[in-house]
């Protein structure tokens, strides 16, 4: 019997180890293991994102432009969908059988419980048809959220669009805070201004229960944060010239940017092709967003900003302002026309001083010109010459905003090219090359390229004498003012005198009389002084670019225009009509010149389009 | 019966049934908070809910139980502690008749006919056994002499202790059957082989190991070790060659034989079961959802737990038969590692105290009666806390005195207070 006894104590032993053992595995996922407390977070913690009201978007006059709009998504809960009449349901929604039914098996992948989108985007009256007999239909929910709607038919390269984040975007850490469906802006100004415009989503935590059905705030609340809504834009786009400049060049290839030299502001800024803005939102955007990109057109392809093309005689300007401020020419300097190297366009009276050359865009005196200026006889070598030259030239070119970014507040603005001595050495290799090489960029032709955007930034220059601010869309975002860059003046190399000198030819180019290039630009009858310059552009894909660059009054400048009209030819025969009304348009508010209004946009337009 | 209340309270063990009474307390709170549901506050007795309105709440219903469990332990203190030996076969005969029946008359719930429906009550005759056969084994036990090993009385033994969970197994209610095995710990103390306790524990490691070792690993490593062990022992290996072969035929047996038992023996719910002790990832939405919850909530707990009602994890019903078998999800998440201990520590006492009881006992009836029910609770709470950590597998079996119901309930005060009523007359006993 003794030896028994001493078995109680094997048996307190086997109740003691797993005691002991529980208390050490309690110990070590209870104290120990943090991660048992974050999976009872992930398990409760639901985090409701609240997306903010998107900034608006107006143009100078306080015209709404871009505003937001309730749209509605139909959803499925696949479980809950009982009996459908399919036949019924697709013709109540006017959505092919096929399309349900590869629809309604992508929901129940993604869960057969949590209501997923089948078709989005609808539009109120659009749910105003089928809402009534949704009722028939269980399983099957509206979810109504903020889309963007448009106010106008016009600017839509400037706006941009509105869509939903990609993956790839997703990835990137500038985008940490989007979650996947959520809405950004895409190009134009609704992506430069994201930021503002989007505002600050809120985020509230809901505790849920196994079911996913809502138990309260998380901690009553002390996690949450509010949303603040977007800011809103105020642009500078006067949207009624905005409207007549995309009248002027509809059915054409080119753009018109216009300026307002005082403050770099834009009033205007077309490029055509063109196409609404409102095609890019609501139901059916994807398709039609191909349907643009791959229109041989390219509607998508920003001109203003991405076109680069040479300037052809407009440039001439710049390399008069250029020689003027090295002192190699006066104003009174004249040279022959003498079609030794370059011919000059037609015949004209002898170039006996700056003014002469410019009304008549003599092209053999800007050779000459652009000649004294380059070769200076800094060195014996012809080539290193042309070398030391082309350097200082360019350094004061680019002085004028040309050959890089000018900074507007929208990316994907190209650069341009105003070519370096480097550029010539990799071309035909160091010390092969001379003036003789280069000589086409005097009349602005060769290996040089601006933008539109850089051209009208050019005339606003001239028209400041001398200086320019960073040209910009958006003059106030919400109640403060625009980005401080777009305050600060740039200067150029260029003294203002040098600049005086050059508008009597600029005038003369519009208001000269006989042989004036630009003489149909004239706004004399309402006593408007317009300075101007022609240019026809060369280019080896066929019929010349037509171009008009402008600034008016002269003397008060309020608009600095640039045109340029793909393969229409002569500049002075469509693009400066097409300035002048835009000016026209803008200082007097409205248009009287039924004559070049039925040049531009009555019957026979497809003129101005001559494919190549 | 009691010559005097004065007397009879002077020896009933006052200790066990403060214990008693402290667990069935804690055990109410925490069957309150598993019920409590913020946004429906369960509202209380006094808050003008109709009987009917609050018998939707187990922490209502839960008073009534231990309403009706006070009146049990009257009746059980009351009757004569004779009884319980004197009848221990008969009921046990009753019991066997109504485990043959329950399955025949028994609505189906939850997958087994083991559950008796008396009106509104709900009666699991399983529970019931435990206690009938522990009086049963222990009567019989008293009359035999186990140390003797005479065969005949072993295998009546066997025979007592088998036959209920055999007919509990038909019934589907697997996890009571296996309670059984808690006796082998009683007739130990009693005097049966230590090599029983051994074998089964070792054939438990096999098979386990069997199931996470690639079996061709297990039985080159055995081999060695058996083989290890006689080259350094000639001596032993000449005396005992027949007894090695045969003991490492019969491992290899088992390790080979594990697939067979889980795919053959075994029905696929605990397959499943099992599956999941060893790799919790294994059917991640069925037995693996309660597991993984069960974990989730106890250790979201942390060192003090979240406060009483505060818990989310079992509010929200993540965790699954919240207030029944899972009850120490509460305990965990609300009270922390603290609390989880405390209740641990209780349980060794209230063990610790039935041993105590059991060892003073001077009949073989009231000592073998003893241990079982130290074992009987035992094997509860080993299994089903280990359950709600990931130690041992799912098996639908309550804790002891936290879980809610009426038949458990009913079943544990009934083993601990006859055990109180024999221990309270043990000095009549000597007298006799």
């Not at chain 1, 009256?125 to 959220?145: C, M, T």
């Not at chain 1, 901690?219 to 500078?236: C, K, P, V, W, Y």
């Not at chain 1, 008069?320 to 040279?335: I, N, R």
């Amino acid at each position: 019997m003794q030896y028994l006894e001493g078995r109680k104590y094997v048996v307190h032993a086997i109740f003691l180890a797993v005691a002991l053992v529980f208390g050490a595995r309690l110990f070590y996922i209870q104290v120990l293991d943090g991660s048992y407390k974050l999976a009872a977070d992930r398990n409760t913690l639901q985090r409701l994102v609240q997306v903010p009201y998107r900034g608006l978007i107006y143009d100078r006059n306080g015209q709404i432009l871009v505003q937001n709009t309730p749209v509605y998504d139909l959803m499925v809960v696949p479980r809950e969908v009982k009996q459908l009449d399919s036949a019924r349901f697709c013709q109540l929604l006017q959505l092919p059988l096929e399309e349900l039914r590869t629809s309604l098996k992508a929901a129940r992948a993604y869960s057969r419980v949590k209501a997923s989108p089948l078709v989005q985007n609808l539009s109120t009256p659009e749910l105003a048809a089928i809402q009534d007999n949704l009722i028939d239909f269980p399983g099957f929910s509206i979810k109504a959220r903020m889309a963007r709607s448009y106010k106008t038919e016009n600017l839509a390269h400037a706006l941009g669009y509105v869509g939903a984040i990609t993956p790839a975007f997703l990835e990137k850490p500038k985008y940490a805070k989007y979650l996947p469906g959520d809405n950004l802006g895409i190009t134009g100004l609704e992506s430069f201004y994201e930021q503002k415009l989007m505002g600050r989503r809120g985020v509230q935590y809901r505790m849920v229960n196994v079911r996913g059905i809502e138990k309260g705030a998380f901690r009553n609340g002390e996690f949450d944060t509010l949303s603040i809504a977007g800011q809103d834009l105020h642009t500078s786009i006067d949207i009624e010239l905005q409207k007549y400049g995309e009248t002027l060049m509809a059915g054409k290839r080119g753009s018109i940017v216009a300026l307002d030299p005082k403050t770099g502001e834009i009033l205007a800024f077309v490029s055509a092709p063109l196409y609404e803005p409102s095609i890019l939102t609501g139901k059916g955007m994807g398709n039609r967003y191909m349907e643009l990109l791959n229109n041989p057109e390219r509607p998508l392809f920003n001109r203003p900003l991405m076109a680069t093309y040479p300037p052809g005689s407009v440039f001439k300007l710049v390399n008069e302002l250029v020689a003027l401020q090295m002192g190699v020419v006066t104003p009174e300097t004249g040279f022959d026309c003498n079609w030794k190297l370059v011919r000059c366009t037609h015949r004209h009276e002898p170039p006996r001083n700056l003014s002469i050359a410019i009304k008549n865009s003599c092209n053999p005196y800007f050779y000459q010109v652009m000649r004294a200026s380059v070769l200076r006889g800094r060195s014996t070598n012809k080539f290193e010459d042309a070398r030391l030259g082309l350097a200082e030239w360019r350094r004061q070119v680019m002085s004028f905003g040309l050959g890089e970014k000018l900074g507007v507040d929208m990316s994907s603005e190209k650069k341009g090219l105003i070519p370096s001595p480097e550029f010539y050495d990799k071309l035909r290799g160091y010390h092969h090359w001379n003036f003789k090489t280069v000589y086409s960029l005097s009349i602005g032709q060769g290996e040089i390229g601006i933008t539109g955007l850089q051209m009208a930034n050019v005339m606003a220059t001239i028209a400041n004498r001398g200086y320019y601010y960073t040209p910009h869309f958006v003059r106030g975002i919400g109640q403060g003012g625009p980005l401080p860059e777009y305050t600060q003046r740039h200067v150029t190399s260029v003294e203002q005198r040098h600049f005086e000198s050059l508008i009597p030819g600029m005038c003369a180019v519009v208001d000269g009389g006989r042989g004036a290039t630009g003489a149909s630009a004239s706004l004399a009858h309402y006593g408007i002084a317009v300075a101007g310059k022609t240019g026809t552009v060369q280019n080896p894909h066929g019929e010349d670019h037509a171009t008009f660059a402008a600034f008016a009054p002269a003397n008060d400048p309020k608009i600095a225009i640039a045109v340029f009209i793909e393969n229409a030819g002569f500049g002075g025969s469509s693009a400066a009509p097409m300035a002048a009304l835009m000016m026209e348009k803008y200082l007097r508010g409205k248009v009287n010149n039924p004559r070049w209004e039925n040049w531009l946009i009555g019957p026979g337009t497809d003129r101005f389009i001559r494919h190549h | 019966m009691p010559s005097s209340p004065a007397r009879y309270s002077r020896s009933i063990d006052w200790v066990t049934v403060l214990l008693y009474a402290v667990m069935l307390g804690l055990g109410w709170l925490n069957v309150y908070a598993a019920s409590y549901s913020p946004d429906a506050p369960a509202g209380g007795l006094f808050s003008g809910q109709s009987f009917a309105e609050l018998m939707q709440y187990n922490w209502f219903k839960q008073i009534l139980w231990i309403g009706t469990a006070l009146v049990l332990i009257v009746v059980l203190v009351v009757v004569d502690y004779k009884a319980y030996d004197t009848f221990a076969f008969v009921l046990y005969g009753a019991m066997i008749a109504l485990l043959i029946v329950t399955p025949f008359i028994a609505r189906p719930i939850a997958g087994s006919r083991s559950w008796l429906e008396l009106g509104p009550v709900r009666l699991q005759p399983a529970e019931f056994a435990k206690f009938i056969t522990a009086l049963a084994v222990s009567r019989y036990m008293a009359s035999i002499n186990l140390r003797h090993q005479n065969f005949r009385d072993q295998l009546v033994l066997a025979g007592l202790t088998l036959l209920p969970p055999l007919l509990i197994i038909a019934a589907n209610e697997t996890g009571q059957a296996l309670v059984f095995a808690a006796f082998l710990l009683a007739y130990f103390r009693e005097g049966m082989s230590p090599l029983i306790l051994i074998i089964l524990a070792a054939a438990a490691v096999i098979l386990i190991l069997a199931l996470l070792v690639p079996k061709l690993w297990l039985v080159g490593a055995f081999t060695l070790i058996l083989g290890g062990v006689f080259a350094f022992n000639t001596k032993v290996l000449r005396h005992h060659l027949p007894l090695a072969l045969s003991v490492w035929a019969v491992v290899i047996g088992m390790v080979f034989g594990v697939d067979f038992f889980f795919n053959n023996v075994l029905q696929p719910h605990q397959r499943k079961r099992i599956e999941v002790l060893i790799n919790p990832s294994a059917d991640p939405l069925g037995v693996g959802w309660n597991v993984t919850q069960s974990k989730i909530a106890i250790g979201s707990g942390g060192l003090v737990g979240k406060g009483f009602l505060q818990g989310t994890q079992t509010k929200f019903d993540f965790v699954p038969e919240q207030s029944t078998d899972f009850i120490f999800c509460t305990v965990g998440e609300e009270w922390g590692w603290l609390g989880t201990t405390v209740v641990i520590l209780l349980f060794m006492a209230l063990l610790g105290r039935v041993l105590y009881v059991a060892e003073r006992q001077k009949s073989v009836f009231g000592r073998t009666y003893g241990y079982c029910v130290a074992s009987v609770i035992f094997f509860h709470f080993a299994i089903n806390i280990g359950m709600t950590i990931g130690l041992a597998p799912v098996v639908g079996i309550p804790l002891p005195l936290f879980s809610y119901g009426g038949s458990s309930l009913w079943s544990f005060t009934t083993l601990l207070f006859i055990l109180l009523a024999i221990d309270a007359y043990r000095k009549q006993d000597l007298v006799r």
